[in-house]
């Protein structure tokens, strides 16, 4: 099986923006260090605190551009000069040339790709996420997380083909606690039943909230599995708080719907793994709700798990 693939938030893959910035020579490097405290007083430049105030222009590093503020910032000012830039009363004036135009990133850089693309126009810094660099390597699982990622997926594999047996929509889901990798439920779709809002993975989460004394459900298929013996299955170390798959990780082999992503926010999953992708996902396809800022919580999700054995399923229908 290759390395599931990481949704991430469309920021990782953007092309980095440039944008117009003034900027002048220090025609003395002797004053760099006066020039760059006045200016970071005056003008802090909060939004692009990822860029370099200076820039060297040589290799010798004996010509130095400064960076001084946005082209939009003085946009009302008829000439643009120095004294209308910085203020009458600055006293590094005379260290300064003339205010010129250059193309700056106006994007911050969030991976390694985006930080040489962005410094071949200005140096930034930049505070590496080895997460996300281990992420977009394509190495992110070991052979034994491999392994146990592909013996769950081919479970939701199993329930799905059930399920289309069934005459209902062939998609399986199982939910796992990776701390000692049990299952904790495990079921295949039923909206072609009685309830249409019976998705596998909202009925994987019903069966997790049976595990423990609730759900919603009345559901006496056979082929459903959710752990009786809840409290053999959760590490009481990891499983903390009211919610009901806190730690959790979903396996399973259609990309989840708009209802179901949420109600994995909702129940707090710790990973989402995924087989096949639908036009209408809410998990990287059409939508990222697992990225989406205004969200009290955030999981990890991975696509084209099994993607061979899941896609089949749906090339049938």
């Avoid at 003008?43 to 692009?48: A, D, G, H, L, T």
């Avoid at 910085?86 to 700056?104: A, C, H, N, R, T």
């Amino acid at each position: 099986m290759d390395q599931p693939e990481p949704i991430l938030d469309d920021r990782y893959y953007q092309i980095i923006q440039l944008g117009d910035f003034y900027v002048s020579v220090i025609k003395d490097k002797k004053n760099t260090t006066k020039v760059i405290r006045e200016l970071t007083e005056r003008m802090p430049n909060k939004e692009f605190n990822y860029l370099k105030r200076v820039k060297s222009t040589n290799n010798k590093g004996d010509s130095l551009q400064v960076l001084l503020c946005p082209k939009d910032d003085v946009a009302s000012i008829n000439e643009v000069t120095l004294e209308a830039i910085i203020g009458e009363d600055s006293s590094i004036l005379q260290y300064l040339g003339k205010p010129f135009l250059v193309k700056v990133p106006v994007t911050q850089p969030l991976t390694k790709k985006q930080h040489q693309e962005a410094s071949l126009n200005w140096p930034c810094t930049f505070h590496e996420d080895k997460q996300i660099t281990n992420l977009l390597s394509g190495k992110y699982f070991n052979d034994i997380e491999i392994e146990k990622i592909k013996k769950h997926m081919l479970k939701a594999v199993e329930l799905a083909q059930i399920s289309q047996r069934k005459q209902q929509e062939p998609i399986g889901a199982v939910i796992v606690d990776p701390t000692n990798d049990i299952i904790i439920s495990a079921s295949h779709d039923l909206r072609r039943g009685d309830h249409p809002l019976q998705h596998a993975v909202m009925i994987c989460i019903d069966l997790v909230a049976r595990s423990q004394g609730g759900g919603m459900w009345k559901l006496s298929d056979n082929d459903l599995v959710y752990n009786q013996d809840i409290n053999t299955a959760i590490s009481t170390e990891n499983k903390t708080g009211p919610y009901l798959c806190t730690g959790y990780d979903l396996y399973v082999t259609q990309e989840p719907c708009s209802m179901c992503a949420m109600a994995l926010v909702h129940s707090r999953i710790n990973r989402v793994f995924y087989g096949s992708s639908h036009k209408e996902g809410a998990l990287g396809s059409f939508y990222k709700i697992h990225t989406q800022k205004g969200l009290n919580h955030h999981y990890e999700v991975y696509k084209n798990t099994l993607s061979i054995e899941c896609n089949k399923l749906y090339d049938q229908t």
